[in-house]
Each structure stands twice: as structure tokens, then as C-alpha cells.
């Protein structure tokens, strides 16, 4: 399944850019660090988008689930 083109638009932004319309929260994961990561599920493309932090001192980003690192 490939990613729609509100979900290509998103990866890689930051934390503070709110996620597209057909993104709904499906998750809260509590990462190693003890941050949290919110996990987004597309009503669209059925995708599943990532938003958290790769270690405490970066901010939050958008990434696919599966994007190396997140697995």
C-alpha cells in the first residue's frame, strides 16, 4: 500500500505541523527515553505515520512507522 499524497506531504515535517484531515491518533507509545511517540493511522491510504522524537534532544518529527530506526 502506498502512501496518499496528504501522507507524503507530512513525512518529515515537524512536530508542530498538526496531521492532514484523514489522520486519526490510534496509539501513544512510551519510548526507552521514557518520551512519548503518537501513532496516526490514514482513513485514506491506510498508512501509519509516526510522530515522536529519534532521541530527547530533537524535536518531534513526522515518519512512517516502519522508517528505519522505528522499527
Do not use: K
Amino acid at each position: 500500500m502506498s502512501l496518499c499524497d496528504l501522507c507524503e506531504s507530512q513525512l518529515d515535517r515537524p512536530g508542530h505541523v498538526p496531521p492532514h484531515p484523514q489522520l486519526a491518533i490510534s496509539a501513544t507509545l512510551r519510548m526507552a527515553s521514557g518520551q512519548n511517540a503518537f501513532v496516526y493511522r490514514c482513513a485514506s491510504c491506510g498508512q501509519t505515520l509516526l510522530l515522536a522524537s529519534d532521541d530527547e534532544e530533537a524535536p518531534d518529527r513526522w515518519t512512517r512507522l516502519d522508517a528505519d530506526g522505528w522499527r
